[in-house]
């Protein structure tokens, strides 16, 4: 059976595992959690990121940018915290500051903080020289965000489900002339929409975190804009008031939204993208029967491994952050760093996966945003991906990270 092939067959497999789950909303709420936001527009005009063609600065505001956190915490005390932002991506700077400052303030480790970004290219270009007003503003507000979140833990239940969107497509075209940057309907994607659920107490729907593989560029003009990704989110608010809906950049570095560059695309893919989130909740279903209800413990790992350039390329090698946080046996959550293309996805949740073990969700751009990550595959195809010349062992080290820090929680007795 061919390797993509496979891969589909255990995502899909491990979809349709949680036939007669049902979420329990009378037992003990085994969680704590909180959910808090914050906008992150610019108030000044400024450089935008993503384009390099684009040299003047934007020019106003089609959307408003957030930043979102949601925190949990499970019944032994084991805190983790989801940063959510309508950026580019995460710089290491940014990592750095905010990570110290949250450890400091809120005594939150490092490894239990997740910082993913929409990839959006009508935000700011918040690294250069003429953003550092802006800047220094970012990093309080998201620190600020993260302890409104913390502050505002209460007793909850929490639960994973999943749908499908066909907003992606794959971006590489194969051509006499090597790999073009065309949509490919016969090409590689992940069309799952991972969804966890925030339920009160009471059972009454709080947050939703959900994700999706696909660059978050339908529009590149000159207007700060979330993209289909914040139009996702402010449609899913605006359909359950009071919820606190935020995004999850999947593994996105070759799949692109199309049909593409006309601002009503934006918003009918982030409406197809909303809809996605209410049917992996079963909404209007008198009997949910695919929703995973989440038990601890808590558990979170963060490591980084050495990505090699080719060595007549003479450039430095890099240390790639990975980060692994488990839900208990129910849920693995697992970060990327930068541009991963979908390979990574599809690879990860077949080589994690046990008939019997939890979902897995992979998410890419958390962490660090240092440009594309290209599968094994991609780097010998060549392509737009494959434009950074790393040695072909490339996903095989980013994989045994991946595997290794799975294996180290796995072997953690609970706290």
């Excluded at 799952?192 to 560029?217: I, K, S, W």
């Excluded at 590149?220 to 919820?243: I, S, T």
């Excluded at 945003?369 to 996903?395: F, H, Q, T």
């Excluded at 290794?404 to 929680?409: V, Y």
């Amino acid at each position: 059976m061919p390797r993509c092939l496979l891969s589909l067959v255990f995502v899909f497999s491990h979809c349709v595992l949680f036939l007669g789950a049902e979420p329990d909303k009378t037992g003990p709420a085994e969680w704590k959690a909180g959910a808090a936001s914050a906008k992150i527009t610019p108030e000044k005009p400024l450089r935008m990121a993503g384009y390099a063609g684009r040299k003047e600065p934007a020019e106003g505001t089609e959307q408003d940018l957030f930043a979102k956190a949601l925190a949990v915490e499970d019944s032994k005390g084991n805190r983790a915290v989801f940063l959510t932002l309508d950026l580019i991506g995460v710089t290491e700077q940014l990592r750095a500051d905010v990570t110290s400052q949250v450890q400091e303030q809120f005594q939150l480790a490092p490894q239990a903080l997740l910082m993913n970004a929409s990839h959006t290219h009508c935000g700011p270009a918040y690294g250069r020289e003429e953003a550092k007003e802006y800047y220094a503003v970012l990093v309080p507000t998201l620190v600020k965000t993260i302890g409104a979140a913390l502050k505002k833990m209460q007793p909850a239940r929490l639960s994973w489900s999943a749908a499908r969107c066909s907003v992606a497509m794959n971006r590489r075209t194969p051509t006499a002339t090597g790999y073009r940057n065309h949509p490919n309907p016969d090409g590689r994607v992940d069309h799952q929409v991972p969804v966890l659920r925030v339920d009160d107490a009471e059972g009454e729907l709080q947050a939703v975190m959900f994700g999706y593989a696909c660059h978050n560029t339908t529009m590149g003009f000159r207007k700060w804009l979330g993209d289909y990704a914040g139009f996702a989110q402010e449609y899913f608010e605006k359909d359950h008031p009071g919820v606190t809906a935020l995004f999850m950049m999947g593994c996105g570095g070759d799949q692109n939204p199309y049909p593409r560059s006309e601002l009503h695309y934006a918003h009918k893919h982030g409406r197809s993208l909303a809809t996605s989130i209410e049917a992996a909740l079963e909404v209007n279903q008198r009997t949910p029967l695919h929703q995973r209800v989440l038990h601890g413990p808590l558990k979170t790992a963060y490591g980084t491994v050495e990505l090699e350039y080719l060595p007549e390329k003479k450039r430095d090698p890099w240390d790639y952050p990975v980060q692994v946080i488990q839900f208990g046996n129910d849920l693995t959550l697992v970060a990327l760093g930068t541009e991963v293309v979908v390979d990574y996805s599809l690879r990860i949740k077949q080589e994690l996966y046990e008939t019997a073990g939890p979902a897995i969700w992979v998410a890419g751009y958390s962490n660090v945003y240092s440009g594309y990550i290209p599968s094994k595959r991609v780097l010998l195809e060549g392509g737009y991906e494959a434009s950074r010349p790393y040695k072909p062992d490339v996903e095989e080290r980013i994989i045994g990270k991946v595997l290794e820090l799975d294996q180290q929680l796995n072997s953690q007795s609970e706290k």
